[in-house]
């Protein structure tokens, strides 16, 4: 079956970077393209960055474009958010995603950024 496996959140001060993994499992990840979601309390899940099946693409939200950057390992059928710079409103459940069929999802890292 269709896994999504996210880990690397953490408290992180204003400024601070974090790495975050996903890893996929139960379909041909190197044929689909991933997403990154993102939920704040009381808010709606948003789009954070997407990357194209072989990586050659990418796509990311105009708040965090130049500090957060998307990328993916077919060999390890994993893809990664790199993201500097962060700052308190980047607080979140991390999510990632892929549509199989239908959108499939991971339990989600959350990622706290407070000093």
């Known amino acids: 079956q269709v896994q999504l496996v996210e880990s690397g959140g953490g408290l992180v001060q204003p400024g601070g970077s974090l790495r975050l993994s996903c890893a996929a499992s139960?379909?041909?990840?190197?044929?689909?393209?991933m997403k990154w979601y993102r939920q704040a309390p009381g808010k709606e899940r948003e789009l954070v960055a997407g990357?194209?099946?072989?990586?050659?693409?990418?796509d990311y939200a105009d708040s965090v474009k130049g500090r957060f950057t998307i990328s993916r390992d077919n060999a390890k059928n994993t893809v990664y958010l790199q993201m500097n710079s962060l700052k308190p409103e980047d607080t979140a459940v991390y999510y990632c995603?892929?549509?199989?069929?239908?959108?499939?999802w991971g339990q989600g890292t959350q990622v706290t950024v407070s000093s």
């Open positions: 995603n892929a549509r199989v069929l239908y959108d499939r």
């Open positions: 139960g379909f041909m990840f190197s044929t689909y393209a």
């Open positions: 990357i194209s099946s072989g990586g050659g693409s990418t």
